[in-house]
């Protein structure tokens, strides 16, 4: 089994996969999720990048469990997956801690509101606006 | 322009860095090529036939004065001395070496400029109307709304692994320069009853499959512009094809659920998306239009011009059109002198057109999808210091939209794509047809070395395609395509040709139009009234039917 690496507060390294959900499948579709503490996603492909919608989609609709993004990934991913709203990694190649934190700490600010809590460009350069939106 | 902020400093200065860790990782033998390959190609770095390419977005195809110097500085410091404009208004060095390629994105980014997503299936570098902001005929600006996309496509999460790569083109005027609807999302800023909004395009491209762009939104309120755009990306996300290269552009999805089947899915998204506080609010497109309002245009101008100098008389005949405001001109710079390379420019040319745009043009310059220049603003009355700056630098060719003016791509004789080499028969064609060029008139010729046409010849008056035909290189002539508002493909005439018959025969499609057309007819005119028939006839000889 894969290390478990934390990439939000909502991971939940110790628990196991309740469910896995596959890049064709339409987490709209799922009666349930909610009830589960921790929900994987499968990437069988980096290029396939259908998990992070449905990772946000999870996010935009309530859950707000452990999403842990398993398969083929890199710490050249955890940004986009963690910004689409996934909580841990399991990647099939361990991921080096540092190079790992490096990587999500690198860009300062973001340019698009998504499933982290990071505030886009344009509510930082607009405070009011920012809180009327929100 | 536009002009970062420290927000958009740090972000591009980040990825500099970035990039320099993985680099170092590269050449120290941490990181295998396999590995490296994805990071380098998200930073516009391909490993080209003979040495490495880079590819500098231009966003939206508006450059300034020491934007253009630096990329001179590029041309000289990491390249052989000279840049070549791309059919997507962006800039590629063909010879970079890997090891100063840090350096160099360093370079671009003390200058507001990068390399981010001009490669990868993700959100391309926005394309836009080379005219914005200078334009009779616009509606609007449509560069504020091309910044904004900018902005919001940088390092989209959800987007940044999409099924194929992602192309989006916003323009402001019914006349269309930018090939809006041959682009997967098309937008075209229009009035409605005082206010103003977008027409939607979705689906366009050309390529191997070449599609125009249905229309799936008649009129999508700007206040709604970033979350509709984010639900077509979702949709695409997450339906668009995966197991097959060729057919996973949005296009493919759009024609096999149906423009209306693909509206109402994206309708449903945006009526999701939409609440989730998406939209940039309107002070930040304020600050946005800000940048670009209008230059402090004098007023009382002279309109009227010494055409003493039938050479100067002629370069504004062909290559300067009409400004929204009175005594000014939009002045075309050709990058098509016969026999030299589609699209290149020097250092020095490159020198020498940022110190005209300083003095004469409100410090802009511009990329047109045609591979030439635009200086936007310039006074009437310096339009012959202008062209003698320019004739002096090699740069006053006057063949705008002529036969002489060709798109071709790097083809064969950089790219490891290619079946055929572009531009040497772009060349040859050049040469053939310039004595005639006056009389051709309006003649849109465009050449791709490969399926994938990046030399747009799907959308020419007359494209040429090279293919591989069992190892030789072959070329298929196409007839009446068009990239402009009258949007057509291109079909092809008839069997293929070797590089010489490919010139003969291009030959023979020209006389034939001469022989044929009407009073007035460009040749794409000629060629829409009679059909293929006469030109198979005149190319092929009355053996081939049908």
Redesign the interface.
Known sequence: MAEVFAIDGRAVVSAELDVVIGPDE?VRGHAGLGNYRVIGIDFPK?????G??SA?ILR?MGFAGDIRAIGDL?V??L??????GFSSVAAERPLNPAVAQ??LA??????????DSGV???????PV??E??? | MYQY?D??Q??VD??V??YR?QLERRLSGALDED?FK??RLKNGLYLQLHAYMLRVAIPYGTLSGRQLRMLGHVARQYDRGYGHFTTRQNIQYNWIRLEESADLLADLASVEMHAIQTSG?CIRNISSDQYAGAAADEVDDPRPWAELLR??S?????????PRKFKIAVIASETDRAAMKLHDIGLQLVHRKGEIGFRVYVGGGMGRTPIIAPMIRDFLPTGDF?SYCEAIL?VY??YGR?DNIYKARIKILVHDLGASEFARQVEEEHA??KT???D?????IA?IRDFFAPPAFEAGLCETLDRGDPDFALWVDRQVAAHKAPGYRIVNISLKPVGKIPGDASADQMDVIADLAERYAFDEIRVTHAQNLVLPHVKASDLQAVWEALDAAGLADANLDLATDIIACPGMDYCTLANARSIPVAQTLAALLAPREAELGELKIKVSGCINGCGHHHAGHIGILGVDRKGNENYQLLLGGSGAEDTSLAKILGPGFDEAGIVVAVEKVTSAYLAQRAEGERFLDTYRRLGAAPFKAAVYGETVNG
């Open positions: 339409d980096w290029r396939d990048g259908r992070y919608s946000r935009e890199t050249d991913q940004i986009f997956l963690k910004r689409s490096a990587a690198r860009f300062p600010f973001v340019y698009q509101r998504a499933a886009p460009a344009w509510a930082l350069r607009h606006g920012a009327a939106a929100e | 902020d927000i958009d740090a972000v980040a990825r860095a970035e860790d590995h994805p990071l299936n902005q919001w940088s390092f989209h999460p959800e987007f940044s692994y999409l970033l979702r996300n997450r995966r999701h998306v989730l506080g998406l940039a609010p309107e002070a930040e600050r």
